[in-house]
C-alpha cells in the first residue's frame, strides 16, 4: 500500500512497492538526478494535485512517462535520469512519426526543436512506435512553438523546415495544433489523446 504523500509533492523511492530511502520534490522540481541516484529510483508516489513528467537520459532523450497517483513499479523506463514534478493539468505533448510514402523503416526524421524539452529526433516507423515528447503546457499557458525539420535519412536532403503551434483549448482542457502556413505541407497529423498526435509522412517531395 503506498504511503501518504502531500498534494503537491512526489515522493520517490530507492526500491518497488514505495520501499527504502524516501525522497520528496515539490511542485516546480525541475530535478537531474545526482550522480549518486542517477537510475536508482524505483517507484513513485504523486500527490493528487501533482504529475511527474520524466525523461530516462539528462538530456531529455530516451523514453519519456507521466506518472500520477501511486506507481510501485517505474522500472520500465529504463533508469530514470531527468524529471519535472508540475500541477496534474498541465499537458505532456507526444508524436509518433508514421511514414505513409512506403519508405524504408528509419529512413525519415522528425527534429523538433521545443521549449522545456529540447531537440528530439524521431525516427519513422520505429519499431516499436515509442511515444516522444515534443511540449510542455500547463493549463491555460501560452501558446507554444516548435521548429520542425523534415528529413530523408537516406539522401540527407529535408523534405521542409517549419514550425509546429499547440494552443490550450480552455473548452476541451486539450492540446490543439494550430494550422498555419509554417506546418509542413508533407505531414497531416491526426488526435490520438488529449495532447497526442500521430504525425504522418504522406508527400517525400521536397519543398521549393
Given at each position: 500500500m503506498a504511503p501518504p504523500v502531500d498534494p503537491s509533492t512526489a515522493k520517490f523511492y530507492v526500491k518497488k512497492e514505495f520501499e527504502g530511502d524516501e525522497y520528496p520534490y515539490s511542485i516546480g522540481a525541475d530535478v537531474s538526478v545526482p550522480g549518486s541516484l542517477n537510475d536508482k529510483f524505483l517507484s513513485v508516489n504523486v500527490g493528487n494535485n501533482t504529475k511527474v513528467i520524466a525523461w530516462q537520459h539528462?538530456?531529455?532523450?530516451?523514453?519519456?512517462?507521466?506518472?500520477?497517483?501511486?506507481?510501485?513499479?517505474?522500472?520500465?523506463?529504463?533508469?530514470?535520469?531527468?524529471?519535472?514534478?508540475?500541477?496534474?493539468?498541465?499537458?505532456?505533448?507526444?508524436?509518433?512519426?508514421?511514414?505513409?510514402?512506403?519508405?524504408?523503416?528509419?529512413?525519415?526524421?522528425?527534429?523538433?526543436?521545443?521549449?522545456?524539452?529540447?531537440?528530439?529526433l524521431i525516427k519513422s516507423n520505429e519499431d516499436p512506435l515509442e511515444w516522444h515528447l515534443v511540449g510542455i503546457l500547463p493549463a491555460g499557458g501560452p501558446p507554444v512553438t516548435t521548429g520542425v525539420f523534415l528529413r530523408n535519412e537516406g539522401t540527407g536532403v529535408y523534405l521542409s523546415v517549419g514550425s509546429i503551434y499547440f494552443q490550450w483549448n480552455k473548452d476541451t482542457n486539450e492540446v490543439d495544433i494550430v494550422e498555419s502556413e509554417a506546418f509542413p505541407p508533407q505531414l497531416k497529423y491526426t488526435r490520438k489523446g488529449p495532447s497526442a498526435f500521430e504525425i504522418a509522412l504522406i508527400d517525400n517531395t521536397p519543398s521549393q
Open positions: 539528462y538530456n531529455e532523450s530516451g523514453v519519456y512517462r507521466e506518472w500520477e497517483g501511486a506507481n510501485p513499479d517505474i522500472s520500465d523506463i529504463g533508469g530514470l535520469s531527468r524529471f519535472k514534478v508540475v500541477e496534474n493539468n498541465t499537458r505532456a505533448i507526444s508524436f509518433q512519426f508514421v511514414d505513409q510514402t512506403g519508405g524504408t523503416p528509419l529512413q525519415y526524421s522528425l527534429k523538433i526543436d521545443a521549449r522545456d524539452v529540447g531537440t528530439v
